[in-house]
């Protein structure tokens, strides 16, 4: 809807959705307060468009604009961030103040073997407006933990994350990045959520290649900082997988 903006005036004739009104999140501290009563963790997700800043702005202003706008139009650029993080800071504190135990921030800033952008233009653009969200956050619940998801290879990105206070990266796909490295290098400021399987070894492996997968993992990773967790979504995955590392989880975890 916004990609024919081509000007900060336009851009900021563009009502942005109001989100202030109570009744968005009624009874969400009590349902919160619910789940903790039956001795689960309650993980809350802002509400957005595939991700929480890159990824939405990508979607209202399209794909290629956006990067366009990181080299010919960073005025503008970073007027509509302030906009989208404003609304994110807003719904994080309204999960934060409704007792949630993690908080999900998750953006799609990498492909398979690569960021999209460099490391300078999401310092540049992104990593202080993740941080404020984070900071402000944490100073409502001082115990939130921060999950960060992105698919692909943002290994670059790991130490910022850290600095910004991001206590789990997910989903760290070991076709994409390298987790022993990351463990040796950062395992005692950081957890990781996956490490287990490809795509292709999900949905074309045999369970002995997925319990083989299991214990590697386990050995290698763990037990600490280790979130052990299939890396891909098990959509199209035969159930003899899921059950062979169900089963390898039980006997090795």
Not at 46 to 54: A, E, I, K, N, T
Not at 124 to 135: G, H, L, Q, T, W
Request: aromatic share 8%; proline share 6%; glycine share 8%.
């Amino acid at each position: 809807p916004l990609g024919d903006n081509r000007s900060l005036a336009e851009l900021k004739s563009y009502v942005f959705p109001d989100l202030t009104h109570p009744d968005r999140h009624q009874g969400l501290k009590k349902q919160v307060s619910q789940w903790h009563e039956e001795g689960l963790a309650v993980v809350g997700s802002p509400p957005h468009l595939g991700g929480v800043m890159f990824e939405i702005a990508g979607r209202l202003r399209g794909f290629e604009q956006i990067l366009l706008d990181m080299v010919l139009r960073k005025e503008l650029l970073h007027f509509f961030l302030e906009q989208l993080t404003s609304i994110l800071l807003h719904n994080s504190l309204i999960l934060a103040k409704s007792g949630v135990d993690v908080l999900i921030l998750d953006d799609d800033v990498a492909s398979p073997t690569h960021l999209m952008i460099s490391p300078a233009m999401w310092r540049e653009f992104f990593k202080s407006r993740m941080a404020k969200v984070i900071r402000l956050a944490r100073e409502e619940s001082p115990e939130l933990l921060i999950f960060y998801h992105c698919d692909g290879n943002f290994t670059e990105l790991i130490p910022d994350l850290i600095e910004i206070g991001v206590n789990v990266i997910n989903p760290i796909q070991p076709d994409c990045m390298d987790a022993l490295s990351i463990k040796k290098e950062y395992g005692g400021q950081i957890a990781m959520w996956g490490t287990v399987g490809s795509a292709l070894l999900w949905t074309k492996g045999t369970p002995d290649q997925i319990r083989k997968e299991v214990h590697h993992r386990i050995e290698t990773l763990g037990p600490d900082g280790l979130l052990l967790a299939p890396a891909y979504d098990l959509d199209y995955v035969p159930p003899e997988n899921i059950m062979a590392f169900i089963e390898a989880v039980d006997k090795w975890g």
